[in-house]
């Protein structure tokens, strides 16, 4: 994660969001907890699941951080060395193989 990315927190009207007790209900039009009989609150919810696996630490949607990769190998990096029999070279030829 680079240094200014931040995680925004998992919200219950999220399309990915799911509680794992089965217990998200909405009460006029809010999101509402049938297991503890409030307001859901995911920041604080240990029942918490993301079905598309990206739920980071302290309930955290990892689907609001972009991804930085870096790229390390170039294709010089990897060198292949063939040995072929002779009769195998005639019919390739030597320049299709340098």
């Given at each position: 994660?680079?240094s200014g990315a931040?995680?925004?927190?998992?919200?219950s009207r999220?399309?990915?969001?799911?509680?794992?007790r089965?217990a998200?209900l909405f009460?006029?039009?809010?999101p509402?907890c049938g297991?503890?009989?409030?307001?859901?609150?995911?920041?604080?919810?240990?029942y918490?699941?993301?079905m598309r696996?990206k739920?980071?630490?302290?309930?955290?949607c990892?689907?609001t951080?972009k991804r930085?990769?870096?790229?390390?190998?170039t294709p010089n990096?990897?060198?292949?060395?063939i040995?072929?029999?002779?009769r195998?070279l005639r019919?390739?030829?030597?320049d299709?193989?340098?």
């Amino acid at each position: 994660m680079e240094s200014g990315a931040v995680a925004r927190p998992c919200t219950s009207r999220c399309e990915f969001f799911r509680c794992g007790r089965r217990a998200l209900l909405f009460r006029e039009g809010r999101p509402w907890c049938g297991f503890v009989n409030e307001a859901c609150d995911p920041s604080v919810c240990a029942y918490v699941t993301c079905m598309r696996g990206k739920l980071l630490a302290n309930n955290k949607c990892g689907l609001t951080i972009k991804r930085v990769t870096v790229e390390n190998t170039t294709p010089n990096d990897f060198k292949v060395d063939i040995k072929l029999r002779h009769r195998d070279l005639r019919k390739f030829g030597d320049d299709d193989l340098a």
